[in-house]
């Protein structure tokens, strides 16, 4: 079934519920990330200032699952409406995995930083990264060591690129938000913010319905490989 009417401007939010599939833990789910780790002790500036070690293991560690893991349909899927696509189009992701540019996203903004980039502490200098870092990693740009940190969003931060989507949600006529639970803002908000303006379609693409579920106008539930691609068959159909 196509849709009754076309889009001009798409924006898409994505966490982590569309890695899931390529072996990425999620955060909340039965098992996730968030019920073996305590957040405020590796995902936050007052964690990482107590215990730099344990924050370091938890990053390796998932920087060398990240490594192992292959991009799945979904991505894909989102990466290839992305290159027909005619019109305008933003990829938000949660995520700090690098599986959207590796299926071949190009518009698409890390609003919660990435995990294959490190920061500088003292000098501020952000780089690619592919190792385990550790207190004794010396900074490339100022020599210091101690001073590196994953170049990710932690609780009490920041996120990136804030006004940028901002003004992609306020112009968007589609937005679909895929993977998420809906727990987390200013992500959380967006289908909020949206709505306010007006004038966009609203979906939601999940396996389970998100706390923000009711404010989506249109909703399908199953796994990421099976409901996004068949998405964006429909959208392609209705071009
Ligand atoms: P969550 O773990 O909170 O939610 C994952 C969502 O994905 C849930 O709603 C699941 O139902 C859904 N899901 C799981 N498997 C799926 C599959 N195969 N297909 C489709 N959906 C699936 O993750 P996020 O909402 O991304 O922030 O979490 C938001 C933020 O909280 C993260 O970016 C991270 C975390 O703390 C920071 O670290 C700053």
Redesign the pocket.
Known sequence: MAFERSFRSIVIL?????S??SGL?????KD???TKYD?SEV?TPEGFARNPVLVHDFYNARRRNLLAAQPNA?HAALAELERQWGGDFLLVT???DNLHERAGSQRLLH???ELLKIRCGHCGYVTEWEHDLDLATACPACGRSGSLRPH????G?M?LYMEEIQGALQACDLFVS???????YP??GFVAEVRRAGRAHTVE??????DGHSLFAERLY????E??PEFVARLFASA
Do not use: C, K, Y
Request: proline share 6%; hydrophobic share 45%.
């Open positions: 994505t966490g982590a519920g569309i899931a599939e833990g999620t955060f909340r789910d996730g990330l968030w957040l995902a979904a949660q995520n700090v609003m919660h930083g990710v969003v932690w609780f931060e996120p895929i993977g998420t639970s809906g727990q987390v992500a959380a693409l999940n396996l389970d319905p998100s199953g796994p990421a490989t409901i996004v």
